[in-house]
Antibody
Framework: QVQLKESGPGLVQPSQTLSLTCTVSGFSLTSYHVHWVRQPPGKGLEWMGRIQNGGSTDYNSALKSRLSISRDTSKSQVFLKMNSLQTEDTAMYFCAIFPYWGQGTLVTVSS | DIVLTQSPATLSVTPGESVSLSCRASQGISTSIHWYQQKSNESPRLLIK???QSISGIPSRFSGSGSGTDFTLSINRVESEDFSVYYC?????????FGSGTKLEIK
């Protein structure tokens, strides 16, 4: 059964770095691309980037300077790191292997 | 970046009515458009892939059409469980982009 589950801190202070983990089961990370998508409260969906099955990464140019996506295939985990967080980064963060999505994890940026 | 414009932003309908939701791309994207339904506090659920291809487990009242720049999601005889937000997404080129959504609400 395909499952993705995001985990992370929940609350991050402004200017700090966000670190999230996506744990995948039912899929091999070497066979599929894993995407990160975020959704601010009450707003639409924004594609952040992906790590391809071969390990290469692609980023949304709007976030590229702050964003890094990596993985540990032995643990079936994909990692998102984004620095210099601001209040506008408050959002639900999803990982996905389309069409499968995790449940999302809410990240609030606040002091 | 490819901009997807969804209309209308909100659609108020009575259960049993049939509706059409529009998604227009800023440039031609062949049939690389996908439709998602998102209910409150849930992850998006894929309804239609590549403009018109059905998805296993999705009710047959959902259908899609279009190619190039204009796409439509149709719901035949809306049911109570269908009231939610619908997004289109393109996979023609990076960055992947989503439309801003159409909220389907009960009249």
């Amino acid at each position: 059964q395909v499952q993705l589950k995001e985990s992370g801190p929940g609350l991050v202070q402004p200017s700090q770095t966000l670190s999230l983990t996506c744990t995948v089961s039912g899929f091999s990370l070497t066979s599929y691309h894993v995407h990160w998508v975020r959704q601010p409260p009450g707003k639409g969906l924004e594609w952040m980037g992906r790590i391809q099955n071969g390990g290469s990464t692609d980023y949304n140019s709007a976030l590229k300077s702050r964003l890094s996506i990596s993985r540990d295939t032995s643990k079936s985990q994909v990692f998102l790191k984004m620095n210099s967080l601001q209040t506008e980064d408050t959002a639900m963060y999803f990982c996905a292997i389309f069409p499968y999505w995790g449940q999302g994890t809410l990240v609030t940026v606040s002091s | 970046d490819i901009v997807l414009t969804q209309s209308p932003a909100t659609l108020s309908v009575t259960p049993g009515e049939s509706v059409s939701l529009s998604c227009r791309a800023s440039q031609g994207i062949s049939t690389s458009i996908h439709w998602y339904q998102q209910k409150s506090n849930e992850s998006p659920r894929l309804l239609i892939k590549y403009a018109s291809q059905s998805i296993s487990g999705i009710p047959s009242r959902f259908s899609g059409s279009g190619s190039g720049t204009d796409f439509t999601l149709s719901i035949n005889r809306v049911e109570s469980e269908d009231f939610s937000v619908y997004y289109c997404q393109q996979s023609y080129s990076l960055p992947l982009t989503f439309g801003s959504g159409t909220k389907l609400e009960i009249k």
